[in-house]
């Protein structure tokens, strides 16, 4: 079933072209069973070894010193700043993009989404499944600014711990699910994780003091906190890690990967460019085995009872975060990352922790449950699984394990627009069509007669058809969400692949299709998104465009001595990677009338194949699209 949801990466339980199985009782378990034994031998280190450590020696001591819970209250409280402040750079980050994604002149206007929800799917089902909230009264353009304005205030004020400071951590929750609902591009991996942690945190952690008193909790949060907020932690390094390892820790595909990957990746740095020409490539499988000691066997230390273990495995996290961050561009990925492990850092005060209370240890269980469920999932697949199974496929199963496993289907299904658990992983070794450090680019061109065409950059440049004028940019936590959706367009991983919960985010046309039409018609939300002088210049002209040219081309790395020369700063031509079938260059034009090639349909005119209407458990009227 999770194969069958089109995922473009490989997804729990299918089978490669290799013929080798990497789902979670095949290639995927390799990884869990080497971090299930580390952590056994953690766990037996310290029943033997460090049975009864000396007080002086030990600060998980049953009696904390005041000093020791003063610092517990002050990691526990910069991990719920750090974490609001990262709400904040997203709904800041957001906000000038928004109107240009889902406005009313945008690429996916969200008028028109809850429109077509409204009438595919019944009430309330239809608030359920798109809990877009307010924006169901209006979602213009003004309104969807001031949904990434209030979630910058509530974060803000999180910062500053003003009073209820749980409940606003819950509210920028509550309005980052709102704006996922309706705008696309903001449900990559980093803002699935930002949701699941501030929520967890909101509902479990003490409020903060003010930030002129102290820059603390009021008290260290419970055991049952302290450990969802761990098993979070460990379900993404090692979520990462299993997708990336589901080969085996040796296979010799997987030594080079990380030289590969520096040029692959979505939006890499400049640091990512240097490293790919100047480090050797013996280096590369000592880096590859770094990082599975880093994802599969430093996760077992997070849930270590010594305080030095469980420190040194957040320090070895964090400089894990840090090299990914300086080599691409992932958002608030790393950076939360980061913070979700400084509480690794925080003494043990047992004598002085909040009592955790019924309804905290329900709600602990519940989201660590809902975790474990997801953790077979990759970033793709986490949020489609529910939607994919149906009572058909279950019907294999006898009872009790039928009824058991549709109810597990149900609860998933409702809580998956809510973003409260995901499983994640992304980026297997095995990249398509095998490629070695080459890639696809998009560049985009536009013609005011048929015949000459002038160059559309995006304001990160990559994309620029002058080798002089190609760079490349750190802007990370900020993410241009255009540039990051246009590189797996360039692998024809269109929208709906990526966002599996919303099949009103691409069905019929790529957003590359979307782009060209909004670019003819000059819409000035959508023009904003490209770099400044070739906007103005576009939006100058006495006439509209007649054509967008968009060509897809295989590139690769300058090396060093083609960057000293001059023949190319960032990227160079290349021919496709063998066994990919493609062409050098592939081009589309879209005209002022018709498109011509590839999605030539009428913008927004054919209605979604939407699976969520067809809900045989919640008894839905299926609508034919």
Known sequence: ALHCAGTPTMAAGAVSDRGEDNGVYGGQLQPVLFFTATLAAVWLAESTFLEAPSAAASVDSPTATPREVERACLLWGLFLRGMAALY???????????????????????????KRARSDVPAPLCWVYFPAGLFWLDASDLTLRAGCLTGAAAAIATIVGAPHSAALLVGCWAALVMLVAVVPMIQYPWDCLLMETGLTAGLLLP????????????????????????????????????????????????????????????????????????????????LHDAMFVFEILVPAAHL????????????????????????????????????????????????????????????????????????PQNSFTTNAWPYVVMPADLAELGDPFRAVAGAVVRVCRLLAPFHVAHGYGVFAPVVPFDCRGQRRVLRISVSFDGGATYPLELPQKFNSVSPIRQSLNFFAPHQPRL????????????????????????????????????????????????????????????????????????????????????????????????????????????????PLGENATPFLATPPLCFLVSDDFWGTVAVKA
């Open 88 to 114: 904040a750079v997203t709904f800041l980050s957001v906000l000038p993009q928004v109107a240009a994604l889902a406005g009313d002149n945008g690429l996916y206007p969200a008028q028109d989404m809850l």
């Open 207 to 286: 409020a903060l003091q003010p930030v002129h008193l102290s820059l603390g909790v009021v008290a260290p949060p419970s055991a049952a906190a302290v450990w969802t907020l761990r098993l979070v932690l460990v379900r993404v390094l090692l979520g990462m890690g299993k997708f990336k390892f589901s080969q085996g820790w040796r296979h010799p595909d997987n030594q080079h990967y990380i030289k590969w990957f520096l040029c692959w990746q979505p939006l890499p740095t400049p640091l990512a460019l240097e490293l790919y020409n100047r480090l050797p490539l013996w280096i590369y499988p000592v």
């Open 304 to 375: 270590s009872g010594v305080y030095w273990l469980r420190a040194a495995s957040a320090v070895a996290t964090m400089a894990l975060q840090v090299g990914i961050h300086s080599t691409g561009n992932y958002g608030t990925f790393n950076l939360l990352t980061i913070v979700l492990a400084l509480p690794l850092l925080a003494p043990d005060c047992p004598n002085a922790q909040l009592a955790a209370t019924w309804p905290e240890v329900t709600a602990a269980a519940c989201l660590s449950v809902l975790g474990l469920l997801q953790f």
């Open 483 to 594: 540039d990051h959706q246009l590189f797996y367009e360039g692998f024809e991983i269109v929208l709906e692949e990526t966002t599996l919960t919303n099949p009103y985010f691409s069905h019929g046309k790529s957003a590359v299709s979307r782009l060209a039409h909004r670019i003819i018609e000059r819409q000035p939300s959508v023009l904003g998104l490209f770099s400044a002088a070739e906007a103005s210049v576009l939006a100058a002209a006495k006439e509209p465009p007649t054509h967008v040219r968009v060509a897809r081309e295989w590139v690769r790395f300058a090396t060093t001595d083609e960057r000293a020369t001059g023949v190319g700063r960032v990227w160079m031509p290349c021919p496709p990677p063998i066994g990919s079938n493609s062409r050098d260059v592939v081009t589309m034009v879209y005209s002022a009338g018709k």
